[in-house]
């Protein structure tokens, strides 16, 4: 396993992966933790090794004075105090900036993957997780790798605080001069307002966005289905108006039926009768009226011949 993902093909394939995951804001974060590292690096080995060596360098300029005490000691002493400070802090302000640029650049890649989460949305018309999964891994990874690159940044630039501290007070230690002509040789250099405390809001700016990716690919649009609603028209055809055509057919209680009073049929032939009233009168009604003392044979006969013809005819019985 430890060998597979140290094959070099799968390291790039990989980082491609990462990479179009990521978007574009990825690969302008990985340029600026490039340099930020670049420097952070470059100020570790100056503390480690060229520091010391300004320091014995300050000390000897400072012993090779002879007067120790007057004005212009104490002028050259702070002289060399500065540039040792001056040297020790070069570059910090460039890392500062690049810790504080890390999270901004992920709240853009969040933005721009909130972005076409929201194309999407209004391309389909609904919440989709298979095609916002694009938008989300823009949104999310830019915003990993922002803010995880601002943490590793700030413990650095710590350290290197830290180190510049030190080195600029043991510079400060090690160039003595003589307290006689009170020229506050226990003065300290560093300034004496305290740094405010700045507050960034650029980590919860991202995790508000991503809930809110979360709660759209969360959320369920539904598209329900009701029952519509047609109101009648002010002027309607005046085939509407009027009533549909109506056959009645009288079931007698000798067996046979008559068809709108008019003509007398078998009960069999029903259905052929029907059918071509129905072709005649598309909206016609069938209505089927049993003597009291029909035999129910008979009526039933009827109904099943007038449901053959594709009518359901209106039953009425009477008393």
């Known amino acids: 396993m430890i060998a597979e993902l140290l094959n070099p093909n799968n390291v790039i394939d990989t980082i491609g992966g990462y990479l179009n995951a990521g ?48 004005w212009e000691a104490y002028a050259f002493r702070e002289r060399l105090i500065s540039e040792v400070r ?64 601002s943490l590793t940044g700030v413990f650095s630039i710590s350290y290197l605080e830290r180190r510049n501290e030190l080195l600029a007070n043991s510079a400060a230690e090690v160039l003595d001069v003589e307290a006689s002509m009170a020229y506050g040789a226990t003065r300290r250099l560093t300034g004496s307002d305290m740094d405010e405390a700045e507050v960034n809001i650029t980590p919860l700016l991202d995790i508000v966005f991503i809930l809110l990716i979360f709660f759209i690919v969360t959320a369920t649009f539904l598209d329900e289905i009701g029952i519509g609603l047609q109101t009648p028209a002010d002027d309607p055809p005046e085939e509407l108006q009027r009533p549909p055509p109506t056959m009645v057919l009288s079931v007698r209680a000798d067996g046979f039926v008559m068809v709108d009073a008019t003509r007398m049929i078998d009960p069999r032939s029903v259905t052929p009768v029907v059918e071509a009233f129905r072709a005649e009168n598309p909206r016609g009604v069938v209505l089927l009226n049993a003597a009291p003392d029909a035999r129910v044979e008979t009526t039933v006969m009827v109904l099943d011949q007038t449901r053959q013809a594709g009518l359901d005819p209106a039953i009425a019985i009477q008393e």
């Open 86 to 149: 001056i040297e020790n802090e070069r570059f910090i302000n460039i890392i500062r900036a690049l810790i504080l640029i890390t999270p901004l650049l992920g709240l853009l890649g969040t933005v721009t993957g909130m972005i076409q989460v929201f194309q999407v949305i209004v391309d389909t018309g609904a919440s989709n997780a298979r095609l916002m999964a694009e938008g989300i891994s823009r949104a999310t990874i830019p915003t990993m790798t922002g803010l995880a690159v």
């Open 23 to 70: 978007g574009p804001v990825v690969v302008a974060l990985l340029c600026s933790t490039a340099l930020m590292w670049l420097l952070i690096s470059e100020r570790v080995l100056y503390f480690w090794f060229s520091g010391p060596k300004l320091r014995k360098a300050q000390l000897r300029r400072w012993q090779q004075m002879d007067d120790h005490a007057s």
